[in-house]
């Protein structure tokens, strides 16, 4: 199976993966993880101290595979958000070894918000990944988040309702399948 390139380009856009000993990963990693959104929607995401950033750093690296992991998103030179592909972790009691969801995400900085950068990023490596064989991605949002929701809307994907099969979690759930149905 093919899968997403290490580095992808859009029209106005570079997505990279992160650098974890590049000093200017570790700060955006610190201002990243320190929007209010991303504390408000995933508490467990906030990074605090110096520390926290260079571990998150250190894992995000060591999670990365062939068309998984994260891309750092440039604009101009300048990061403003963060796109993964990840195995998405089953909830207590929803564990099938027999299957892996793979899930799309994103987080942007404060300021980079309302730009359309997480769309037109998202969207390069939803695309990336569905052409190199994945047959289905999901998205969860917090059924408060309207603004992930509407980047999945934006993302074309399809809203299956609520569930509980993620994070140990009751989420929104999007799918995007290879042949653009549900």
Known sequence: MASPAETLHTERLVLRRFAPDDDA?????LELHANPDLARFIPSAVLTTREDAAAW??????????????????????PVAAILLKPIPFSAGYTNAATEDVEIGW???STATGHGYVTEAARAVLDAALAGGLDRVVA???PANVASRRVTERLGMTHLGRTERY????????VARSDRSA
């Open 25 to 29: 990963d570790f700060e955006f990693a």
């Open 107 to 109: 987080r942007a900085t």
């Open 140 to 142: 969860v949002t917090d």
């Open 167 to 174: 994070y140990d979690a009751s989420l929104e759930l999007f």
């Open 57 to 78: 750093l250190r894992r995000i690296d060591g999670n990365t595979s062939p068309g998984r992991g994260w891309w750092c998103v440039e604009a101009e030179g300048a």
